[in-house]
């Protein structure tokens, strides 16, 4: 865990397997402001562990989850806002541990705003070296990928004249200073783990798949042994546990 948690605040999550204890980072104000305010007006007391997947994570705070039937399809319930991402990355990562925030995919989300309320905590698995380094090399290809189609979007209009023209000379030009473009763009921040990113990954794991998409906002500093309890609990539907987990209470420790 994070040696450098002076002067952050501590929240106590009073679970049906027993206590988890988390800290707030301070560099991801917006997240731990809005935490401390749900946790202070009792929006996490009694909700469920709707979302639950074995060596990956653990989700909760959906409000409608709260003596939600059994066969209630969970995870679309919050206070009625987002909040603006605070990827504090590479600093913050997904280690085990790590407390960050739910959100709705790219294809709708491409600001990666946060869920208002829901939150996951990591369980993760370890990767060995070789794993990390042919998951680098995905990960830089799917960004560079991501980079190059934003910029085809962004000259849509022009490709299509060419293409309805026929200029393919026109076109293999653009296609070669969009390839240029993006290189130069991926440049700026690449995909590259850092040696406590594969010193995490490798000893106690994590996710690292999710870097850089998610706010991670906190970690836990107590209580992983309940994480893991609730981790292997049996789930059904929507991996959501068969026999409820919940938060019974939620309150700031300082």
């Known amino acids: 865990m994070n040696n450098?948690?002076?002067g952050t605040t501590r929240v106590l999550l009073e679970t049906s397997?027993?206590?988890i204890e988390i800290a707030l980072y301070n560099e991801t104000p917006q997240h731990r402001d809005n935490f401390i305010k749900l946790v202070n007006d009792g929006t996490y007391n009694g909700v469920l562990f709707h979302r639950v997947i074995k060596d990956f994570m653990i989700q909760t705070g959906d409000p409608d989850s709260k003596n939600a039937a059994q066969d209630a399809m969970l995870g679309s319930g919050g206070p009625g806002y987002d909040l603006p991402a605070e990827i504090v990355y590479p600093k913050y990562f997904h280690k085990r541990g790590a407390l960050a925030a739910a959100?709705?995919?790219d294809e709708v989300n491409p600001e990666r705003r946060s869920s208002g309320s829901q939150f996951y905590i990591v369980t993760g698995k370890r990767y060995s070296e070789y794993q990390l380094q042919a998951m680098q090399e995905r990960l830089a290809n799917q960004a560079?990928?991501?980079i190059f189609q934003q910029l085809v979007r962004e000259h849509a209009s022009e490709i299509n004249q060419m293409q309805m023209a026929a200029d393919t000379v026109g076109?293999?030009?653009l296609r070669d200073e969009l390839i240029a473009k993006t290189q130069q763009t991926y440049a700026t921040s690449p995909v590259q783990?850092?040696?406590?990113q594969v010193e995490a990954y490798s000893t106690v794991g994590g996710t690292p798949h999710l870097d850089g998409q998610y706010t991670v906002f906190g970690e836990v500093v107590s209580g992983m042994e309940v994480v893991d309890k609730i981790q292997n609990v049996t789930t059904g539907a929507y991996d959501r546990p068969v026999d409820s987990v919940k938060i019974i209470t939620a309150r700031i420790m300082k």
């Open 4 to 6: 450098n948690l002076t």
């Open 144 to 146: 560079q990928a991501a």
């Open 193 to 196: 783990f850092t040696a406590s």
């Open 103 to 105: 959100r709705q995919g």
């Open 171 to 173: 076109l293999n030009k």
């Open 17 to 19: 397997l027993g206590n």
